[in-house]
């Protein structure tokens, strides 16, 4: 089974990638762990990538691609995959597509998590965290015992600037303009499923395994 996980971020999408993948025993694939992969391991694609991040340019698409097939073609894939933060444009997917039409397969499903933006607002902007051990809380779905303190190191807890209302309102608005076309791009292809990401968590993997089969 390959599968392409979509949603706005904050929707929820890598935490139904970690549980779709578990459930179905295929490898969770992260664009952002390949890359540190690569980079740690120093590969040739990974030498190449680091060039363009030292001097604080994005990775042109070509290179993004070719780091994302590569991981696509080892062994535990050949059962399926789900790709978790690519692509995020429309020429990245006609790239993906290409590339895997090469190794004469092809995308099965792209799950798209939908969230209004006020959902995701209001979830992102109630986060808090711990810098010293890591812990994360959200002041209405999971606040810690003692406000603005954490529970496991009783450190205070912080708004992040990722965080922080302006700072979502910029990622969404740019989700919007780049990302959110592939919805239509594999809607188009009938491969598309939509669930509904403002219902609890085991309720939306629950919609994503229903549709999916078991």
Same mark, same amino acid.
């Given at each position: 089974?390959?599968?392409?996980? !979509? ?8 935490? &139904? ?10 490898? +969770?694939?992260?664009?952002? *762990?390949?890359? /540190? *992969?690569? %980079? ?25 691609? #070719?780091?994302?097939?590569? $991981?696509?073609? &080892? ?7 789900? =790709? ?11 790239? !993906?597509?290409?590339? =895997? ?12 998590? +939908?969230v209004p933006d006020e959902n995701i607002v209001r979830r992102m902007s109630?986060? /808090? ?8 809380? +959200? %002041? ?18 912080? =708004? $992040? ?9 910029? $990622?969404?608005?740019?989700? +919007?303009? &780049?990302t959110s076309p592939l919805i239509e791009y594999y809607g188009e292809k009938d491969i598309l499923i939509t669930v509904d990401g403002?219902?609890?968590?085991? #309720? ?6 229903? %549709?999916?089969?078991?």
């Amino acid at each position: 089974m390959r599968l392409i996980m !979509l949603g706005a971020p904050g929707a929820g999408k890598g935490t &139904q990638a970690k549980r779709v993948a578990a459930k179905y025993n295929i490898p +969770h694939i992260s664009t952002g *762990d390949i890359f /540190r *992969d690569n %980079i740690k391991n120093k590969t040739d694609l990974g030498i190449k990538a680091k060039e363009y991040m030292d001097k604080g340019l994005l990775v042109p698409d070509e290179l993004v691609v #070719d780091i994302v097939a590569d $991981r696509l073609l &080892q062994e535990d894939c050949k059962e399926g995959f789900i =790709l978790d933060g690519f692509p995020r444009t429309i020429p990245q997917a006609e790239s !993906l597509d290409k590339a =895997l039409m090469s190794m004469e397969t092809k995308i099965n499903y792209a799950i798209n998590i +939908h969230v209004p933006d006020e959902n995701i607002v209001r979830r992102m902007s109630g986060r /808090r965290a711990c810098l010293n051990c890591g812990a994360t809380y +959200h %002041i209405k779905y999971n606040p810690p015992k003692k406000e603005d303190i954490c529970d496991n190191c009783t450190r205070e807890l912080i =708004l $992040r600037d990722d965080d922080k209302e302006e700072t979502v309102l910029k $990622r969404l608005e740019i989700y +919007h303009k &780049q990302t959110s076309p592939l919805i239509e791009y594999y809607g188009e292809k009938d491969i598309l499923i939509t669930v509904d990401g403002t219902v609890d968590i085991d #309720d939306v993997t629950k919609s994503i395994v229903e %549709i999916l089969g078991a």
